[in-house]
């Protein structure tokens, strides 16, 4: 039995949350940076 | 050791532990689209399940945190408390983004539609919204008592929706699937569901934390600086 072909949600899902921990991640990062070169 | 050597200690830490889910969370990824089984009836879309579930357990684990460090705040008002809190309300926030945009990606092929006013949906927004007006208010006031105070109370007021927004697929009919695995008789997955299920709950938690430490760092930073700035030089 086949299945309902909705792969490209699951792309778009899985795309925004990686980008959305990354670019957090990635931010808090170098907002951390800007003190420690002071 | 001074505060700022202390603050910047724990903030390498946090990279280290943010730098450790990230590569989990590459991990989930890999095994959740290619070596766990598509569900029948669902499609690839109920792997949406693998990465939304656990930020959303991430975001009101935050979230509930964050209540809980401002009631402690209130009662033994150390500052620590309320600047760990507020980072907990940051990252509880940037995960919400995460939470309520993989929802509706799920919801559109399995419900026909990306959102509904049904009560886990709305109540979760609604948290959401909380945690937005929060930092709001944090940046709007400068002094650091007011901002501690106004902001713990704001805090200890979204706490009780944490377990209200649990409850809602229980009391309210609701479109949201009931809990698969925090329920009185256990999980109901297949083993390789849950599996990938809970190594990404995991992961998840680890980011959470790795990025706490990371947050609560830059907020003692900035408190040390404001400190210097008022000419109390404390460290």
């Excluded at chain 2, 934390?209 to 600086?225: F, K, N, P, S, T």
Aim: glycine share 6%; aromatic share 12%; proline share 4%.
């Amino acid at each position: 039995m086949g299945y309902p072909e909705n792969s490209g949600y699951m792309v778009a899902a899985y795309t925004i949350a990686a980008v959305v921990v990354l670019v957090y991640s990635v931010t808090l990062y170098f907002r951390v940076r800007r003190y420690r070169d002071r | 050791m001074t505060r700022r050597e202390r603050a910047l200690q724990t903030a390498r830490r946090g990279g280290l532990v943010t730098v450790i889910a990230l590569v989990g969370l590459a991990v989930v990824y890999v095994r959740a689209i290619a070596f766990t089984p598509i569900e029948r009836t669902q499609g690839p879309a109920q792997k949406i399940f693998y990465v939304h579930a656990p930020i959303a357990w991430a975001t009101m684990l935050a979230f509930a945190v964050t209540g809980l460090l401002s009631l402690l705040y209130l009662t033994m008002r150390d500052r620590k408390f309320d600047l760990m809190a507020a980072a907990s309300a940051e990252v509880g926030t940037a995960l919400g983004i995460a939470m309520l945009t993989t929802g509706p990606l799920w919801a559109k092929p399995i419900w026909g539609t990306f959102w509904t006013w049904d009560a886990r949906l709305t109540s979760t927004l609604f948290t959401f919204l909380l945690f937005v007006g929060y930092l709001v208010l944090r940046g709007a006031l400068s002094d650091f008592e007011v901002r501690a105070r106004f902001s713990a109370v704001l805090g200890v007021m979204a706490l009780v929706l944490v377990p209200f927004i649990h409850v809602t697929v229980y009391w309210f009919r609701t479109l949201h699937p009931d809990p698969v695995v925090m329920k009185p008789e256990g999980p109901s997955l297949p083993a390789v569901m849950l599996t990938t299920l809970l190594t990404s709950l995991i992961v998840c938690t680890v980011l959470y934390i790795g990025l706490v430490m990371q947050r609560y760092a830059l907020a003692v930073l900035e408190d040390v600086r404001e400190e210097e700035e008022a000419g109390d030089g404390i460290s």
